[in-house]
């Protein structure tokens, strides 16, 4: 069965901080990662689309990095805000079905 | 290019009701997918529709079906609602299958008594 595991279920970080939360995956072969953001009581929202042949992207302050052959991926949040607490759910999509595997998602709060 | 679109936002309804959600995708996009999310469960996936065909089903009760439309809205139904079906409901859509990038709209907020 395709899972996807993320960590920590949680964090609390200071305003400014940097953080990284990671993903680890059992999807294979995939075709690609992506990361989300939702705020709370919303949809989710793209923050990344990596296939398995990127190492790395990145959107503002937030940066994906995926390691295909350990099948690990992280986002790094540098220079944290307030507004960055919300949840972030790592997505899997399989090449062989395309189906979709979610994370259970990292919820972070960035405190003032 | 306006988002997608879901209603209502927020719906109360007794157990034992049925209750049908809409979907409104972006603009020519063909596929719409449904998902559930709750607290203790994160996302999990209804059924997906592309071009007025179930392209995809997870494994939800027969309680809970969907249709999409020749101009590519959504509609998803769940009968004799239970208090677990409390939870919210989220439409994504894109322009070809699931497998390309997801667009989602703000859900809505089913409340089961």
């Known amino acids: 069965k395709n899972q996807v595991e993320q960590s920590p279920q949680s964090l609390i970080i200071l305003e400014g901080k940097n953080c990284t939360l990671q993903c680890n995956y059992t999807v294979s072969p995939f075709s690609n990662l992506r990361w989300y953001k939702q705020d709370t009581g919303r949809g989710p929202v793209s923050l990344t689309i990596?296939?398995?042949?990127?190492n790395t992207k990145s959107n503002g302050r937030y940066t994906a990095t995926l390691d295909a052959d350990t099948k690990q991926s992280s986002l790094h949040i540098t220079a944290s805000q307030l507004s960055d607490s919300a949840s972030y759910i790592c997505?899997?999509?399989?090449?062989?079905?395309?189906?979709?595997?979610f994370g259970a998602g990292t919820t972070v709060t960035v405190r003032a | 290019k306006a988002g997608v679109t879901q209603t209502p936002r927020y719906l109360i309804k007794t157990r034992g009701q049925q209750v049908t959600l809409s979907c409104s995708p972006i603009?020519?996009?063909?596929?719409v997918s449904w998902y559930q999310q709750t607290p203790g469960q994160g996302l999990q996936f209804l059924f997906e529709y592309f071009s007025e065909t179930q392209r995809n089903k997870g494994n939800f009760p027969g309680r809970f079906s969907g249709r999409q439309f020749s101009n590519s809205r959504s509609e998803m139904n769940v009968s004799t609602l239970e208090l677990g079906d409390s939870a919210l409901y989220l439409c994504?859509?894109?322009?070809?299958?699931?497998?390309?990038?997801?667009?989602f709209g703000p859900g809505t907020r089913l409340t089961v008594t």
């Open positions: 990596m296939t398995f042949s990127e």
């Open positions: 603009s020519g996009h063909r596929s």
């Open positions: 994504a859509s894109s322009f070809t299958t699931s497998s390309y990038e997801q667009y």
């Open positions: 997505v899997v999509i399989s090449s062989n079905d395309y189906k979709l595997s």
